[in-house]
């Protein structure tokens, strides 16, 4: 994060798909790095099982002092939360140690009178109009005036799901509903997909398949196996799992990079954004 245009101070929310080290070493180095910022506002963390234990003890052991509070809530349990203009849903997924992918969906988005129906009912513009964009009910003339039937949304809310290892796709079955994208580990390429089973991972086609039949207008593939080079000019090439993915899905595809930036429109369409600290929303 030092190297992005984003802040420790304003950070809502961790979330942690699994407890293996490269996707949990980083973070009390992170935390340490937020106290040094003098944060003080609490900070929500979402993880399985074990993850709490073991920062503790990483805290207690190098006398790491914190600033503000730390919320824990064990993914195991974890039902839905509200963090900023989201809610977080989260799943279970297939690796060698318990994983979850995160659903991050828009859950404050601006409402509009809906001006048809309120005209033909003739219903006067002022305060009811009000009354219904703020989400609340009006008793007009003996009838109630239900805000969800007379008003709409500025734009459909936006749904991104992010998940951790995983080697079967279709545990995403519950959340992948309304998607506009999914971001989904592609550790191997299709002539690795045995070693993939072996250890737990996905490979390119595999998940490209999946977005395709649940059409998925865009997926991110990212942790790859250091095996693939990205140099297309490499024996083994990034370009292989990125060629196996297009031939499966038809959607936009994007293979991650470190410090990529992503944006999803409110039509939700994703683009990559090369100048984050200019476009960064």
Sequence with gaps: M???P??????RVICITHIHGDH???????????????????LTI???EGIKQWFEATQAFTKLYLPFELHFIEAEQFDSIEIGQFTITATALSHRVPSFAYCFEESTIRMYPDIDKLEQLNIPRGP??????????????????MSNAFTKLAHPPRKAIICGD???????DSLIEGAHLLVHESTYSEAMKERAGEVGHAYSSQVASYAQTKQIPSLILTHFSPRYQFSPEA??????????????????LFLAHDLAHYRIDRAGLVEEVKDAKDKNE
């Design 2 to 4: 030092l190297y992005t």
């Design 6 to 11: 984003l802040s420790l101070n304003y950070l």
């Design 24 to 42: 949990c070493y980083g973070l009390p180095g992170l935390l340490a790095s937020a106290g040094m910022n003098n944060r003080k506002d609490p």
């Design 46 to 48: 979402i993880a399985p």
């Design 128 to 145: 009811i109009w009000g009354e219904l964009v703020r989400g609340n009910d009006v008793e007009y003339q003996g009838q109630t005036l």
């Design 166 to 172: 995983n080697d079967t796709p279709e545990k995403l």
């Design 235 to 252: 024996e083994v090439s990034i370009e292989q799992i990125r060629q196996e993915a297009q031939t499966a899905y038809s959607g936009h």
